[in-house]
């Protein structure tokens, strides 16, 4: 498992009758590949992993596997009520052929250091899986510090990865002063890719790649690669939709944007609902300024084979 690059959580779509539809999502996981992606995420937060059933997340995520046929890993977001069923998911991603999980704390209890870490760790040695950890207490209400990241990463030697959505860029620097190189650090929001990347990120768990893969790429490498001139042109246009990721309504409308650009449609799961009215026409209308507006040189000429 090499943990690099831009890696979408990708979105789960769904059909007129709320039916994940699977042949949409193998196209699309193959497409993100092709745009250069490095691997996909499935059944996070953007995935509405909350809405999906187990047998649903095991049927995703060995359709995934099929999909990229070990061109790209796929990842698998373990998040879960209790600490028995992110286990069984664990396991099951395992058998899925999943190259990784994602770990992330339990949904709704915000328990202390003590059961975090113990819910943490039960995961990590559900699987011998390479393990990202995903910090974002701004969701979850659980904020891993980088002393507690230190600890999970001295105990657990399948834990190579963490994905920091605090927000604070500063976290990055704070995990590379205790552990070094020991983890690799990705940054999970959208518009703080550029800084993230310059304290040392060197990876994007991204959400706007979902319809954006190559310009994500783009600027992602840009950024790595030090070229600022370049990377701050991209980064001005794409702020606006970047924005979209950072929101509480984040799924319905980076879902929004796959279906005004034509890759996808804006169906969520209740009690998520597609978003209407006033907030819907000022959506569209950052989207197709963004659209009309695209840069010229962005290479994401390449067709999205489930159009």
């Not at 359709?63 to 070990?70: E, H, I, M, T």
């Not at 993230?196 to 790649?209: D, E, H, N, R």
């Amino acid at each position: 498992m090499k943990w690099k690059g831009v890696m979408p959580a990708i979105t789960t779509c769904f059909d007129p009758n709320e039916k994940v539809d699977h042949a949409f999502m193998a196209n699309h996981c193959r497409w993100l590949v092709e745009n250069g992606c490095t691997g996909v995420v499935a059944l996070g937060s953007l995935g509405e992993g909350t809405t999906l059933s187990f047998d649903e997340k095991v049927a995703i995520l060995r359709n995934c596997v099929g999909a990229l046929k070990g061109r790209a890993p796929v990842v698998a977001a373990i998040s879960a009520l209790s600490t028995a069923e992110a286990v069984a998911q664990a396991e099951a991603a395992e058998s899925a052929g999943c190259e990784g999980v994602m770990v992330l704390p339990p949904y709704v209890y915000k328990g202390d250091w003590r059961e975090m870490k113990a819910h943490v760790a039960a995961v990590l040695k559900a699987t011998p899986l390479s393990s990202m950890l995903y910090n974002n207490p701004v969701s979850y209400g659980t904020d891993f510090l980088p002393e507690q990241i230190q600890e999970l990463a001295h105990e657990h030697q399948n834990l190579h990865s963490v994905k920091e959505s605090s927000t604070d860029v500063r976290r990055i620097s704070a995990i590379r002063a205790l552990i070094g190189d020991r983890l690799v650090l990705f940054i999970g929001v959208d518009d703080a890719i550029l800084e993230g990347i310059g304290v040392g990120a060197t990876g994007w768990i991204a959400g706007l790649a979902n319809a954006l893969p190559r310009e994500s790429v783009d600027l992602f490498d840009y950024g790595i690669e030090g070229k600022s001139a370049q990377a701050f042109e991209l980064y001005r246009w794409f702020l606006p939709l970047l924005r979209l990721d950072t929101v509480p309504k984040f799924i319905q409308l980076i879902k929004l944007v796959q279906q005004e650009l034509g890759i996808g449609n804006a169906r969520v799961r209740a009690p998520k609902l597609e978003i209407i009215g006033e907030e819907l026409e000022a959506t569209r209308k950052i989207i197709r300024h963004a659209i009309q507006n695209r840069p010229k040189n962005a290479s994401s000429a390449l067709a999205h084979a489930a159009r």
